[in-house]
């Protein structure tokens, strides 16, 4: 069975979604442990709860991105991870860093990407007017929040929709897609050819592909 590392930032409810899809027998994995880069981070206890051994490495001990980011990579390498997962993570990492994990790190960014890279993404899609909004799972590259997309997620954005509001709705997806995304890489049907993510045969139906955002379309 693969293994992953999940790395979180704070509540960690995609993390949680991941336990939960794996719990249910939906996602063949051994979630090997969970890393916050904040020692109070609420999904650390949904972790132990969970009985996934978790660290802490505290960025603000380290002098610079690149000495955080080096105990990381040691801290995760000693789990021998197939693939890294980041849930939540808020720290930008190093190009070494990332290279290490090529086609190996996976985030899910809530937004439709290219659209609002970086933060603060539903306050902007709200400002900017946008009717449809969503989140996207994709491979991490050293262009933050410009790797290859696995898959996204679409909602409507609503008249009276404030952030708080249009954030839950976009959460719901995520934890739809991102159980669904860990799953394809963990049967070994996800694929990186020459900087695009290509999915099994079968997967490439429009079935397969469109149920995530069909899911997505009804408004709760
Ligand atoms: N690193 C690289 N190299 N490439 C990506 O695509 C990355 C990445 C690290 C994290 C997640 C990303 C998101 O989904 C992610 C993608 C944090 C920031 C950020 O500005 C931006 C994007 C993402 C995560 N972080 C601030 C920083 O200075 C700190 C913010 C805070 O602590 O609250 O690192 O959105
Ligand atoms: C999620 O919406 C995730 O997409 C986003 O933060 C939330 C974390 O929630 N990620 C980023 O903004 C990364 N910069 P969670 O901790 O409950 O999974």
Redesign the pocket.
Known sequence: MKKIVILI?GRGSNMEALIAARDAGNLPVNIAAVISNRPDAAGLETAARASIPTHFINHKAFAGREAFDSRLAQCIDEFEPDLVV?AG???????GF?RHYAGRLI????SLLPSFP??HTHQRALEEGVRIHGCTVHF????????PVIVQAAVPVLDGDDEASLAARVLRQEHLVYPQAVRWFAEGKLTLENGRVRLAAELAEPAALVSPVLAASGIR
Do not use: E, K, Q, Y
């Open positions: 930032s980041l993570f808020m720290r930008i990492l190093s190009d990332v985030n899910i960014h809530p970086g933060l991490v590259t050293p262009a933050l929040d410009h790797g």
